[in-house]
């Protein structure tokens, strides 16, 4: 299998300042000579290698001297994805309190458990967080998916789901 090289942003942009270069069908010394000095070889070769940072007025410079958008320099901007804030089932105490179902032994240890650490004794629903899903499945011997559809069965979790 074949590893990919992960570049730096000052990289990226590297990559992008040579390719606009090589568009241009210039070498760096024929930059330099074009630029008449303005733009030293080994500096833009430093900038491209990722070597250099390059400040925005140069960026701009240079842009202009290639006669090419600053946003050249720059991957196309991707739409941003919806921050989707994931609800955390909601384990209703005094069900579970009430409930002899022989799968929720382990659940109520860790629902008392996480009450003494909290010092809440007066609670009525706990949140509870993927990772302790995950940890109560495994000892109920399910998958995640099947344990909270048990738990909410019994009545003694509630999901954003169940609810509706």
């Known amino acids: 299998m074949e590893e990919k090289e992960v570049l730096t942003p000052a990289q990226e942009l590297g990559v992008r300042l040579r390719e606009v270069r090589k568009q241009q069908k210039m070498s760096l010394n024929q930059l330099e000579e074009r630029s008449k000095g303005r733009w030293k070889s080994v500096?833009?070769?430093?900038?491209?290698?990722?070597?250099?940072?390059?400040?925005?007025?140069?960026?701009?410079?240079?842009a202009?001297?290639?006669?090419v958008p600053v946003s050249e320099f720059f991957?196309?901007?991707?739409?941003?994805?919806?921050?989707?804030v994931p609800v955390r089932p909601l384990l209703d105490?005094?069900?579970?309190?009430?409930?002899?179902?022989?799968?929720?032994s382990p659940l109520k240890r860790f629902a008392l458990g996480i009450e003494r650490a909290r010092g809440d004794w007066n609670g009525q629903v706990l949140s509870v967080r993927r990772s302790d899903i995950s940890l109560l499945s495994m000892l109920a011997a399910m998958s995640p998916k099947d344990y909270i559809s048990a738990c909410v069965s019994i009545g003694i979790m509630h999901t954003p789901k169940s609810e509706h």
């Open 43 to 62: 500096v833009v070769g430093s900038y491209e290698r990722g070597d250099r940072a390059i400040t925005a007025v140069n960026l701009e410079r240079l």
């Open 93 to 104: 105490l005094t069900a579970l309190r009430s409930s002899t179902a022989s799968t929720v």
């Open 64 to 67: 202009a001297f290639y006669g």
């Open 75 to 84: 991957p196309d901007p991707t739409p941003a994805k919806p921050i989707t």
